[in-house]
């Protein structure tokens, strides 16, 4: 049976099909969020069937198998790689009207060519058509990056990545794309597990090569990495947080907080929100310094299934959306930052679409003038990153500012 998928899908008029297959269809792709694996760009990765692509790491999947009934060891157990597949396959059918019968579909059509539907009984012609195609050449991951016409990446580092992978690519001169590192330092601030913690800081200091000794030095010490990060072209950051907390400690709290979370003990919540705002501020001020772009990225609520985490550990299908106040944090960092002249170029993107007019009407509290949109309100995010959740992210940020400044959307893809 023939797919729903064909050339004009989804371009339901006249102008959509010009804009599309005119404009949109040839331009480069610039994805600057994604959790693509730079190893797996450097090494260029040969995946041996659908399984190692699909289901190695989705969450989304992941989710839908659990929901219709699928044991988890033919999800992230120790079940064989075509056993997995057909588990996905009994699965996609069910999927419908999730955007995950739609992008399965997509993926086969315009990736391998197969106008199939999947389900369980085209499951193993499927799986062994893909595998002959990803034992090819081009079908390695370097090819599949060009086949969908990219022409940058960023990837999402840690502060302390010593960034290997994309140097290697770097002097690679075979392989035109830019894959540039992106600066996530939510380790820096998470103090609410000392043990965890301390052990983050301990790379810092091997990293950075500064002894963290009291709040000054932390900041010189991200700094040192943030420097490096910009000499291997980094030029965006990235920060994942529950809400913002509003910056209100003073210097002399900080450094007892952080001595305090050096010797073990753990600080309070309120002190733990005190340090985060304190460093956000400070961090903001860096990638302003340094012409970057700040990302905030809010309202996630992580590991909620308590038993399903210590079993499988983090990014694995069991956050959820938070319900967090946003607005009065939010305002108070970009205020400090925007009052001391070093408010970056900044996209806040939010979980919860109950605050989509939030940060929009927020966005527009703080552009200077200058820079034409100089802050976004970001595409839909995560839950969001389906046709229904972009539609309502679109319709806000054209209603309280201009959709013309938008920076567009990016893929989020691992």
Known sequence: MNTFIHEDFLLEG???????HGYA???PIFDYHCHVPPAQIAENTRFENLTRVWLGGDHYKWRAMRTAGVPERLITGDAPDREKFRAWARTVPKTLGNPLYHWTHLELK???GIDELLDENSADRIYDRCADLLAREDYRVRGLIRRFGVAGICTTDDPTDGLEHHSAIAADKSFPVKVLPAFRPDKAHALENPERWNAWIAALESSSGIPVRDYPSLVEALKTRHDFFHARGCRISDHGLQFVPAP???????DRILRDTKAGRRPSDAEVLAFRGALLTDLGRMDAEAGWTMQLHVGALRNVNLRMFAALGPDTGYDVIGDWPQAEGLARLLSDLDRDERLPKTILYVLNPRDNEVLAAMAGAFQDGRTAGKIQFGSGWWFNDQKDGMERQMTALSSMGLLSTFVGMLTDSR
């Open 248 to 254: 209100c400690a003073y210097p002399a709290d900080l």
């Open 110 to 112: 315009r990736v391998f």
């Open 14 to 20: 006249k102008n959509a099909r010009t804009l599309y």
């Open 25 to 27: 269809e040839g331009m």
